[in-house]
Every structure is written in structure tokens, then in C-alpha cells.
């Protein structure tokens, strides 16, 4: 037995139906500004945030801080998340791939043993890992070999995302799906994103799991723009990271088009989110809001006569439109508002849409082709807008809600 075996051979979760304490690992803060950092806050709330400590493995863009105080977290710095490329082809690849392998193993070491340390004081009898960085991967992983502790994972983005995210060699990449895979077969429970995913883990790892998406409550009756195409102008709602740029392009490319207008009236694209790149050659109408709190989001994309729901068509992402699923769905179902869906016919939210048609759906980057969605929406009859609110408030109560969520959250943790 090695050393770290005998230090941690204690560490075992006591057989109880009712988990206490819960120590989560993960590359997100609880709190912070994000759908993660919500995601997580609102989980921890569910099950009572004095049952949980925190292990956070920060990026390493300076000292940052909790942006939530409610737990007790401990802060691991992560580093050496990008691949290295001194030269170009093959070369450049067997040297980014023994740097990594040499830099990375002191921080993993130093996250296994800062994670032990927390166990220690802590005494947790479930480990919850977000399995959304390499680093947390590895680490979840090496404690799985030296700790009893029973492991649940939650799954966000494939491990595929991740590595390419971070330009890994295909080596380190290798490594990180060989390991990745190991974490969930070696986890108690698995929670994954959406259907696409749950299928194919379980084809590919063979583990069963749950769905845990976030659900934001919808705004009320008294607060719904429903009339807002009563105004001198139309406005498109956009709200999110920017994950499928291809496809914001065909929208902007559509509108440039039509200059901005449709049947007479001024077109506003509303954006909501931590970033978006301008890069106009025309007089456009966009109004940037930054990042805002999800009940502000919430409120100015019901002010909105659509909502803009994108999932890239790249080829060299195809993964990521596959087992993916945009946690803005989430936000846009509580706006309640038509969605128009531009997305590949394999994509996660297309097969969604098969289920539960919100609006129309786009399956092509012809700009054309994106404004007659747009069309279709802004020139549909009071029985197809009925259709589309009440399907919307049936993926609410089912599927993508507070109560499905609040369910899902307690199947996995209980």
C-alpha cells in the first residue's frame, strides 16, 4: 500500500441513506458570475448549503475569491490547461505533449494532496465532482485510487470539448479520454447534460445516468411582453456565451441584408452575455448589455418578440453540438417567448426540438434561410403563438424547470 493509501484508508463514507456532508470539486466557484457558478449555487441550495465545503481548482488569471461566502471553499490554483506549440506538425506536438506531462503532474500532485487534506478536516462521505476542466478530471481521478469516498460526477461538456478547448497534443488527449473514462465508471453516480449524452455514455463507458438541467422560474402572467410586437420596432433575443459564432454571423449576415428592418419596422438584436466581438461593415442595431443575474436576463428577453437559439455547425465541433445542450434554454423557456432554433439536423437541441417544437427550426447557414425563421415568427397568428407558449410551458412542468430540476438534483445526491 502506498503512502497515500495508508494516509487516506480511513476516509470512507459511512453507510447511511442520508448523506450530511458533501465536499465538491470543481473548476467553477459556486456563485460566481455565470451559468456554472449559478448552476452549482442553486444544487448546493437544494440539498442545504450547510451539508457542503468546496475544493476550487481557480484558473490561474490571479488571486481571485469565492464569489460566494455561504460555503467554505478551499482555493487550489490549476495551471498548464493549454497545449504548447513551439513548432508546427508532429514536432510540435511531441513537445507540447512531454511539457505537459512533466509540468502538469507537480499541480495535479498538489491538487490530489490539498483535496486529501480537505477530506481530512472535513471528513465528507460523497465527493461531487464537475468534471469541467482537465485538471479536475485528473484530479477526481487520482483521488478515486486512494480514497474511499464515494465519487459523483457531474458532466457538462464530453471530455472531447475539453481537450479541444485547451489544444491538447493527441497524445495528452488520449490520456485525458482514457481517464475521463475511468472517472465515471469508477463514480457512484453520473449526471449528465442531456439525452444525446446519456445515450452515448452509456454505449461508450456503459454507466447509467441522470439529467440534471438548470431550471429558471418563468416570469408571471402580469410581467409577459406578450404585446411587445405592438412596438415601432422588433427585437431578436440573444443571451449567453457566444458558442456557435457561424451561426450568430448567418443571423447578423441575414438582417444586414434586409437593412435592418422587416415589414417596415426597425429589427434590435439584444445581446446578453460576457462577451461578443463586433465586427461590423454595415449600420447595424444592437443593444450589449454585458453579463446580468438571470432573473435581469429573464426580464429583457420577455421584453423581446424572439428569442435567438444557436448550435454551431463546424464540422471539427460536430461533438460539441452532439452532446452539448446550451443551459440558455434554461433562461429563454422562463422569458417566455417563441424561439426560433438554428442548429445541424444531429445536434442535441435538433432531436430536442422533434419532442418539443418551441418554434421554428433553421437547419442550414444560409442567411436566407435564418430570416425566413425570423419571419415566421414575427408574422404568426395568435393560434401558432398559443402553440408555442403552451409547448414551452409543458418543457417547463416536464423537462426544463424548477421542479425537474429540483428532482433531478435530488435523485442524484440522495
Not at 471553499?73 to 495551471?79: D, L, P, S
Not at 441522470?210 to 406578450?226: F, L, N, W, Y
Amino acid at each position: 500500500m502506498t503512502a497515500v493509501a495508508e494516509a487516506t484508508a480511513t476516509f470512507e463514507s459511512p453507510a447511511t441513506t442520508q448523506v450530511s456532508r458533501y465536499l465538491l470539486l470543481t473548476g467553477t466557484a459556486p456563485g460566481e458570475p455565470g451559468v456554472g457558478g449559478v448552476i452549482l449555487k442553486d444544487i448546493i441550495e437544494q440539498s442545504g448549503r450547510d451539508r457542503w465545503n468546496c475544493c476550487w481548482l481557480a484558473p490561474r488569471q490571479g488571486p481571485q475569491l469565492p464569489f460566494w461566502s455561504a460555503i467554505r471553499t478551499k482555493v487550489i490554483n490549476r495551471r498548464f490547461e493549454t497545449g504548447y506549440r513551439p513548432l508546427p506538425g508532429i514536432a510540435g506536438e511531441m513537445i507540447s505533449a512531454a511539457a505537459l506531462k512533466v509540468r502538469r503532474w507537480g499541480m495535479i500532485s498538489n491538487a490530489q494532496w490539498t483535496a486529501l487534506e480537505c477530506c481530512r478536516d472535513w471528513q465528507p462521505e460523497v465527493l461531487v465532482a464537475v468534471l469541467e476542466s482537465p485538471a479536475v478530471i485528473e484530479t477526481v481521478r487520482q483521488l478515486q485510487q486512494v480514497c474511499r469516498i464515494p465519487v459523483r460526477s457531474i458532466v457538462w461538456d464530453d471530455v472531447d470539448v475539453l481537450c479541444r478547448q485547451a489544444y491538447f497534443d493527441r497524445w495528452t488527449c488520449r490520456r485525458m479520454e482514457r481517464t475521463f473514462g475511468d472517472v465515471l465508471r469508477g463514480s457512484e453516480r453520473v449526471a449528465v447534460i442531456c439525452e444525446t449524452m446519456q445515450r452515448e455514455y452509456h454505449r461508450r463507458y456503459g454507466v447509467e445516468s441522470t439529467i440534471i438541467r438548470h431550471g429558471v422560474v418563468p416570469i408571471a402572467d402580469s410581467e409577459d411582453g406578450q404585446e411587445s410586437s405592438s412596438r415601432d420596432e422588433y427585437h431578436i433575443g440573444f443571451a449567453g456565451s457566444n458558442t456557435a459564432p457561424d451561426c450568430l454571423r448567418s443571423l447578423v449576415e441575414g438582417l444586414d441584408a434586409v437593412g435592418w428592418q422587416i415589414d417596415g419596422r426597425d429589427v434590435i438584436l439584444r445581446i446578453l452575455g460576457a462577451r461578443y466581438l463586433l465586427d461590423s461593415r454595415k449600420a447595424q442595431r444592437i443593444e450589449y448589455f454585458g453579463w446580468r443575474p438571470v432573473e435581469e436576463t429573464r426580464t429583457r428577453l420577455s421584453e423581446c418578440d424572439l428569442l435567438y437559439l444557436p448550435q454551431t455547425f463546424a464540422d471539427d465541433n460536430r461533438t460539441f453540438a452532439e452532446l452539448s445542450f446550451p443551459t440558455k434554454l434554461s433562461t429563454y423557456l422562463a422569458a417566455r417567448r417563441p424561439i426560433l432554433l438554428h442548429a445541424p439536423d444531429y445536434a442535441s437541441l435538433a432531436e430536442f426540438w422533434r419532442r418539443f417544437p418551441l418554434g421554428p427550426a433553421v437547419d442550414s447557414l444560409n442567411a436566407s434561410d435564418v430570416m425566413k425563421g425570423v419571419q415566421t415568427i414575427l408574422q404568426a397568428n395568435r393560434l401558432q403563438r398559443d402553440e408555442w407558449r403552451a409547448c414551452g410551458a409543458s418543457v417547463v412542468e416536464q423537462a426544463i424547470g424548477p421542479k425537474p430540476f429540483a428532482a433531478a438534483v435530488r435523485e442524484f445526491l440522495c
